[in-house]
């Protein structure tokens, strides 16, 4: 059983930035970030393998969102910069079991999700 717990949303101006963490409380190997904003189905955002080899991004978050972790203490981050109104959403963590990091059918544990608001 893995719990994961977010946080770190919260309401930012259009330009600033956030960083938000996720804390996994079992072992933990990919791991990735998916948001979903009111009415809309949730979205991949970002992923990273296990040491960090590798990352994947959505489109619309290349080059201002960055995905990172610390094995060592069980955390999964996401810095976002430059962020928008349309990056408003809720941001879940999530555990990957499947073979695509795109999806989140392929995801076995999330957490609860913390919301992120970008003011015009």
């Known amino acids: 059983q893995v719990q994961l717990v977010e946080s770190g949303g919260g309401l930012v101006q259009s330009g600033g930035s956030l960083r938000l963490s996720c804390a996994a409380s079992?072992?933990?190997?990919?791991m990735g970030w998916f948001r979903q904003a009111p009415g809309k189905e949730r979205e991949f955002v970002a992923a990273?393998?296990?040491?960090?080899?590798?990352?994947y991004y959505a489109d619309s978050v290349k080059g201002r969102f960055t995905i990172s972790r610390d094995d060592a203490k069980n955390t999964v981050s996401l810095q976002m910069n430059s962020l928008k109104p349309e990056d408003t959403a809720v941001y879940y963590c999530?555990?990957?079991?499947?073979?695509?990091?795109?999806?989140?059918?392929?995801?076995?544990?999330w957490g609860q999700g913390t919301k992120v608001t970008v003011s015009e």
């Open positions: 079992g072992r933990a190997y990919a």
């Open positions: 990273i393998r296990w040491r960090a080899v590798r990352t």
């Open positions: 999530a555990r990957k079991s499947g073979t695509n990091y795109y999806s989140s059918q392929d995801y076995d544990y």
